[in-house]
């Protein structure tokens, strides 16, 4: 059981420089080696972990000595292959960003690494960590009696650059409902204990990256859409993306409902978006109301200014990492967020994606997990 948890880690874009700023913010954890193959991005990372070393490839990374576990940060698309790199030379304990895959044709692959990988493996849902959405699934039952609805919604703005504009094309990012939402599809599957038997979807790309061409082709990602789910116990949840709404006060809503009353969730996006003329941002907070006797109760759920400056997912990256870090010390015995959890979010991802692109309800596999009973 390693007292200092070493990472090495495996692309430093974006989200992979946030997870480098979380994983100092922990206590006995370091970044001792990195692959980038971005020289900016590479760059960038060095600022954040000074001590680590740089690696040309993944094989190189896996050949550094001193680590303990991997994260994968890289462009979804790659996310399998490394994986399986990691698998054949060195299966250390592994954290991988969502998506888990993006294609239909990497699950043959995704099942062999799954029956052969001996070493723990947590897939990357930060969402599940925002401090209020971790309260509301920790209330959920109390308060509503049984969850009968359950409606996310994320009005955000649009997709950020990221290095060779993988994020613009289904093909990489596999599709905005995977690339962005699987997240929610993971939240759905949490808060409901239950799984998806149905999907129904609309949605277009109406406003976003329409003026933008990259080698002489045009953005094909959503941005914006509807998804209704059905779950085996008859309760429903829908999501609401919209990505040309930056103007919000709260990124993301949620919000569950029982016969016994309602509670809700409300998130605000990143700190350094909120524009500074406004004064102070707004703190994330719980809404608890029940149906008898009415009256609705709001609970204030402030983050640690240090941790919410070092991502824009409300500190939910800290929160995981100290899980992850506490994992690959022996002190947790099992990853909070499974491969299989990882797989069924994208399926249900790949299920609005084709209801939105045929018009189409999706039926999906029964496959109810042991660790989720309705």
Known sequence: MPARVRYGVIGCGMMGQEHLRNIALLPDTEVTAIFEPDPAMARAAAEFAPGAEFAGSVGELLDVDALDCILIAS???????????????????????????????????????????????????????MPP???????????????RMLTIREHRFPFLHKVGAWNRFNRYSGGTFVEKCCHFFDLMRLIMKCEPVRVMASAGQDVNHKDEAYDGERPDVLDNGYVI??????????????????????????????????IEAFV???????????????????????????????????????????????????????????MVRG?????????????????????????????QAVQMAAKALSSVAC
């Open 75 to 129: 462009p979804n698309h790659c996310h399998v292959a490394q994986m399986e790199e990691i698998r054949r030379k060195r299966p250390l304990p592994l954290l991988v960003e969502k998506p888990l895959f993006t294609d239909p044709k990497d699950l043959a692959e995704l099942e062999a690494f799954k029956a052969s990988y001996p070493a723990p493996v947590w897939v990357a849902m930060e969402y599940r960590y």
């Open 133 to 147: 959405i971790a309260a509301l699934i920790a209330r959920a039952e109390e308060v509503t009696g049984g969850i």
């Open 229 to 262: 789910v059905d779950f085996e116990n008859g309760a429903r949840a829908m999501l609401e993306l919209c990505m040309f709404a930056e103007g919000a006060r709260y990124q993301e809503e949620i919000s569950a409902v029982g016969q016994e009353g309602k």
């Open 268 to 326: 605000p996006g990143p700190v350094r978006f909120w524009p500074e003329d406004l004064g102070d941002p707004p703190v994330p907070m719980l809404v608890v109301s029940p149906r008898s006797p009415k009256g609705p109760r709001r609970i204030d759920i402030p983050v640690d200014p240090a941790i919410l400056e070092a991502g824009d997912h409300n500190g939910s990256t800290f929160y995981q990492h100290a899980g992850f870090a506490a």
């Open 331 to 359: 002190e947790k015995d099992v990853p909070d967020v499974t491969l299989e959890d990882g797989r069924r979010a994208v399926e249900m991802g790949l299920a609005a994606q084709q209801s939105a692109r045929t018009g």
